[in-house]
């Protein structure tokens, strides 16, 4: 998670995509409104403030480690409605039930221990409550920078994978919220399009922010960054007006948590 420390560059890479497979994702948990709410991982808020926006919460809680994020969250509109704290998802700092819902956006192939996380979210929830989650299908080529991650590769350049790229899978995500103790556990894919209005927006907005895959970008000569934008602008499915669009998938669980 310390990867992700600078709000703005994380928003302009993930946010948007973020608020849209998510509101496929709250369509599909169809939760009621007036709910107390914990986002885990919350980030810069985006998946907050969605929530804000369609499921009318009576309280909602952002917890995030890294103090960027949250200082980013915290100046976002949501703010006026939403408690952002620093925390980690491996040891939310809450009470046993205090919360109706906990979600975790594209968050937990980056938890050390998914299986903790997902039992401390479901310590927090009371009796009937929801736990849920949904993470790029980072195994099965869904991640929105999947076609950067393949030029590289083209180049020779490998790019450490996320260890715990695991547990964005359905199975492992059914596993893992089983292995929680949760009930009623389902499981569905989102797919989404992802899109920029040229080639300039689509590259600043992936290399901006320095993960895994844009830190060796950051190590190349200017010859080698301009053979890979070359690379790019040769496979990637630009149209004639020079927009970008292309397929990005999410995996998506949630369970209940019966009474004791």
Known sequence: ?????????????????????G?????????????NWLDVGCGTGAFTELVIDRCAPSNITGVDPAEDQIAYARNRPAAERATFRIAEAQSLPFVDREFDVAAMALVISFVPDAA???????????????????MWDILGGGFIQRPLVEALGAMGVDVPPATGRKNSSI?????????????????????????YANFEDYWSAQTGLANPVVQP???????DVARLQAYLRERLPIDRGGRIAYPARANAVKGRREPD
């Open 171 to 195: 199975e492992e995500l059914r596993s893992l919220f089983e292995g929680a103790g949760l009930n009623q556990v389902a499981t569905r894919t989102i797919e989404i399009e992802v899109s």
């Open 1 to 21: 998670m310390s990867l992700f420390t600078d709000g703005e560059a994380y928003e302009r890479l993930m946010g948007r995509w973020s608020r849209t497979a």
């Open 217 to 223: 970008i950051r190590k190349m000569s200017e010859p």
């Open 23 to 35: 509101a496929v994702f709250l369509d599909w948990l169809s939760l009621p409104k007036g709910l």
């Open 116 to 134: 903790k996380a997902a039992g401390e979210m479901k310590r927090v929830v009371r009796p009937q409550g929801t736990v849920a989650a949904y």
